[in-house]
């Protein structure tokens, strides 16, 4: 990913108002991030919990998503998988987040949810969490493809928010 500068960041976002991409609160290291190992920025709203963001690179700029996490919390005594990184974790480090459509479609009031880790996280977990079943693998290369399926998963939710309808 190509480091972002906070105008950058703010300017991103599809489906949310110039307001609102203003009133986020960015990652304060953001500028020391290590861009070069990041697929995608994402992260918690410490001043709004229930607020999420995701910044990917797309054809060459940065294109961000504001995203609600869901108020209750699954139980910790289940084990639960993100759908974006497709790490397994207990419930209550995975959230239901939805996304308000971009366009007319999310002033209408549709949104898109799935589950993602509750950190929003899931960049570091592809590169260092190797599941069980791929621990007998190179680790490189078992990186490699879940950073790859990671992009594809984000790219299929980032379309499901640009959708019209």
Do not use: H
């Not at 990917?56 to 699954?74: D, H, N, T, Y």
């Not at 190179?138 to 790219?155: K, N, W, Y």
């Amino acid at each position: 990913m190509e480091p972002m500068t906070e105008q950058q960041v703010r300017r991103s976002f599809v489906n949310c108002s110039k307001g609102e991409a203003n009133a986020a609160t960015l990652p304060r290291d953001l500028a020391d991030l290590p861009w070069d190992g990041l697929e995608l920025l994402g992260w918690r709203d410490p001043k709004a919990p229930l607020r999420g963001y995701l910044v990917v690179q797309r054809e060459g700029r940065p294109v961000g998503i504001a995203l609600r996490a869901a108020e209750s919390r699954m139980s910790a005594r289940r084990s639960v998988m993100c759908l974006l990184c497709r790490s397994t974790q207990s419930g209550d480090a995975v959230s239901l987040f939805t996304a308000r459509r971009a366009g007319e479609a999310g002033r209408n009031g549709n949104t898109v949810g799935t589950y993602v880790c509750a950190d929003l996280g899931c960049a570091a977990r592809t590169r260092t969490e190797i599941p069980p079943w791929l621990q007998d693998r190179d680790p490189v290369a078992v990186g490699e493809e879940r950073v790859a399926e990671l992009r594809a998963r984000v790219e299929e939710f980032l379309e499901a928010v640009l959708r019209s309808g």
